[in-house]
């Protein structure tokens, strides 16, 4: 089996449900099995999404949305809104947003752009 590292933003284990990031292993099995919806994306650089949250699927309930980063790049914020933190992924990064409360997190496109393989997964991936 094929295992992928993921960088899961979810939140935090306290009242304000701050996102934080947590780096996984999970077999690509996984993402396969639970696959509802995957897309080809080019988002043009400085392109920005202030605090937000991963929303749950009006259908399917709590889904994780899962980015493939392909060329260029792009910042997650994170944690604290009064003192966020930033970590940037780039080209063979794998990202995945779960943290459905809480402030959320946010995102800004890097200078280059973002080519990604968008993916949407049935529940929320395991953080440990």
Known sequence: MSKLKISVVCC???E????RIVDVEVDATVIEDRLLDMAEQSLAAGEAKDLHNAAHHAQHG???YLQQVNEGGFFVTFGD???????????GDYVAF?????PGHGSKVGPDGVKRTFRMLKGHLEVG
């Open 12 to 14: 935090d284990e306290t």
């Open 16 to 19: 304000q449900k701050l996102s």
């Open 62 to 64: 709590p889904v994780t």
């Open 81 to 91: 809104p009064d003192a966020l933190q930033t970590r940037v992924f780039g080209a």
């Open 98 to 102: 779960i943290d459905s409360e809480g």
